[in-house]
């Protein structure tokens, strides 16, 4: 009996080695790539919305006079348009610095990825077991105010100031853990500007403004 019982217990114990070892194989080959993306969708929302929530508290403090100044001729004509570069850069940290602090907030938080999408499976998603996910956002965040011109009917001229924002997540989940690079365009400004825009400013792919060293 106890030579029995041995070996059933080595038995019970290959099995259990070679199940785990089967589990972190369909993990890895299959779900991971998977759970990647169904994680990538869920984080990169969630930091995009406190991003957004960031730009939007502090672009209430400035107008499109204050980064950009322009001068008529006696006809109304616009002659000169010239970038705040001072204001903008300042803006433009202050920026960096709200979405930072918004960014923290998600720090340690959880997010639930659907155990029934993660299989493929969207109906039952909304049903299914959820699996955890911590997030940890880097301190890294990338900011650049640009700007373009766009028609905007007969004789008008649409000036649109918007921040480009690069920022990084991690995502941990269990078997892996993977970091997100989140980009977004949030409109900071405009104006319409009625009359021709000086010549020298038209065709420009970067416009008046960009805070990025060359």
Do not use: C, W
């Amino acid at each position: 009996m106890n030579i029995s019982f041995k070996r059933l217990l080595a038995l019970i114990l290959l099995g259990t080695i070679i199940i785990s070892f089967a589990v972190v194989l369909l993990v890895e080959n299959t779900l991971r790539p998977i759970l990647r993306e169904v994680s990538k969708v869920k984080v990169a929302g969630l930091a995009t919305e406190m991003i957004n929530k960031a730009v939007y508290e502090k672009s209430n403090q400035f107008k499109y006079g204050d980064l950009v100044t322009t001068k008529t001729d006696q006809q109304g004509n616009i002659i000169l348009m010239q970038p705040n570069l001072h204001k903008i850069n300042k803006i433009s940290s202050q920026l960096t610095l709200g979405i930072q602090k918004y960014l923290k907030q998600i720090d340690n938080n959880k997010v639930q990825l659907p155990i029934m999408q993660v299989f493929g499976i969207q109906v039952l998603a909304k049903y299914g077991p959820q699996l955890d996910a911590k997030i940890v956002p880097y301190n890294s965040v990338e900011t650049d105010i640009v700007d373009y011109f766009q028609s905007a009917g007969i004789n008008q001229t649409r000036h649109k100031i918007d921040l480009e924002v690069t920022a990084k997540v991690k995502v941990v989940v269990p078997f892996m853990s993977n970091t997100i690079r989140v980009q977004t365009t949030v409109p900071l400004s405009e104006a319409v500007i009625v009359g021709r825009v000086p010549k020298v400013y038209v065709g420009l792919e970067k416009g008046l403004i960009s805070t990025k060293e060359n």
